[in-house]
């Protein structure tokens, strides 16, 4: 018979807070509670963000919250070919495109639309692709490569929104704007998103479906901040032949006065809040948890 398979999935960039003991602690008495299994993962693939003291920090102060996972932890960073492979596969498909455009060169071409009528944000805030680069003809492409010039890999998202057709998952948990039940996809918010770089063979979109499906997650549970991305990781699910797993998108812990947590707040941080005396206990009753998933009437 299949269990439930849950995963808490963080990038080591930075030392665990609330937030992240919230969507631990979630995932490990949901798995429980349900007589399923939790995976960890460490989301790792940015070499310039993660650091392993990240790492080994993760699995400390989980281990202190009392979270158990399943061994061996997938590290995101020794997978990097898998995922590549993937894009590989929509490149193949004609669903991914080579675009050079600077930093600069991109944000000059928003100013200019911006100021001819706003430029369509994507649901992060971000400036959608606004050049051209899915229109450049074959030979200038390979020749630009060839030349070495710096480049992303965006997905076509005309072109693969038209090929899966309309999409939907099941939202146990909540959006923004309080959806939940079957939520319609509207990965076209996001426009032509980058999957790759030159020398990065992976965007964290890819890695998270290909995981996902490789890891046979049923369930994601994660913070609501990335509620829309999951448009995103539909499209790419339906693209690649990957399954759908249900997704559950909880509320975001916020700080005394409001605001989202961050990796560098030190009253809201895991090893502040051990080293000033406060015991997992109190953490889960700070965050409106059971206190513990075996206490009586769980
Ligand atoms: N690695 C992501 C983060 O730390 C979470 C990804 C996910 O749960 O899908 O925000």
């Known amino acids: 018979m299949s269990v439930p398979v849950f995963r808490f999935a963080p990038s080591p960039n930075g030392y665990l807070h ?99 009528g706003r430029w369509p944000r994507d649901p992060d805030g971000a400036p959608l692709y606004p050049g051209s680069a899915r229109d450049l003809a074959e030979e200038e492409r390979a020749g630009r490569v060839a030349a070495g010039v710096p480049y992303a890999l965006r997905l076509d998202s005309a072109a693969a929104v038209a090929r899966a057709g309309p999409l939907a998952w099941d939202e146990t948990g909540r ?15 996001w426009g032509d998103v980058v999957l790759a770089r030159k020398d990065t063979p992976s965007s964290y979109h890819i890695a998270v479906v290909v995981d996902d499906a490789l890891q046979g997650v049923t369930d994601v549970v994660r913070g609501r901040d990335l509620f829309w991305a999951t448009s995103l990781h539909r499209l790419l699910q339906s693209l690649l032949g990957l399954p759908a797993p249900r997704y559950r998108h909880h509320d975001l812990i916020r700080d005394a006065a409001g605001a989202k947590l961050s990796k560098s707040n030190a009253s809201t941080g895991l090893r502040e809040l051990r080293a000033a005396g406060v015991t997992p206990a109190e953490i889960r009753q700070r965050l409106g948890l059971h206190a513990a998933w075996s206490a009586p009437g769980y």
Do not use: K
Not at 29 to 54: T, Y
Not at 175 to 189: C, D, L, R, S, Y
């Open 175 to 189: 959006g923004p704007g309080g959806e939940t039940g079957v939520v319609a996809a509207a990965p076209q918010a």
């Open 18 to 116: 609330l937030g992240h003991a919230y969507s631990a602690l979630l995932n490990f008495d949901l798995a429980r509670r349900s007589g399923g299994r939790l995976l960890l993962r460490i989301e790792d693939i940015d070499p310039a963000r993660c650091r392993p003291a990240f790492e080994a920090a993760i699995y400390e102060d989980l281990g202190w919250l009392g979270v158990v996972w399943e061994e061996p932890v997938r590290r995101q960073s020794e997978h990097m070919a898998a995922y590549g492979e993937a894009v590989e596969r929509l490149r193949r498909i004609g669903l991914v495109y080579p675009s050079f455009d600077s930093r600069a060169e991109i944000a000059r071409r928003v100013a200019e639309r911006d100021a001819a």
